[in-house]
């Protein structure tokens, strides 16, 4: 099993910045991608960002510019850098653990005013 918490998340006036942080404990396994999902009002989970054990990411067209997704092996941390933030942002955003099981945190909300 792994445990994951989001942090970062809050309310912030357009073109702001926020850092999220989603730290993982329990059982670990390799391979094993962590990554930020986003969930607005009314529509699915979408995948923001994903970030491989070794480093590599994939993202979503619409963060590609904008978001940074990094993570902390030793700290079993990973971190969402969003920059010049917009009101169509606002979502909860949830951190993802996948390896051989599927993780989800509960969400952070981050809220992007006009």
């Known amino acids: 099993q792994v445990q994951l918490v989001e942090s970062g998340g809050g309310l912030v006036q357009a073109g702001g910045s926020l850092r999220l942080s989603c730290v993982a404990s329990?059982?670990?396994?390799?391979?094993?991608?962590m990554g930020w999902y986003q969930q607005a009002p009314g529509k699915q989970r979408e995948m923001v960002a994903l970030?491989?054990?070794?480093?590599?990411?994939n993202y979503a067209d619409s963060s590609k510019a904008r978001f940074t997704i990094s993570r902390d092996n030793a700290k079993n941390t990973v971190y969402l850098q969003m920059n010049s933030l917009k009101p169509e942002d606002t979502a909860v955003y949830y951190c993802r653990y996948l390896t051989y099981g599927n993780y989800w945190g509960q969400g952070t909300q981050v809220t992007v005013s006009s």
């Open positions: 329990g059982r670990f396994f390799s391979p094993n991608t």
């Open positions: 970030i491989t054990a070794g480093g590599r990411t």
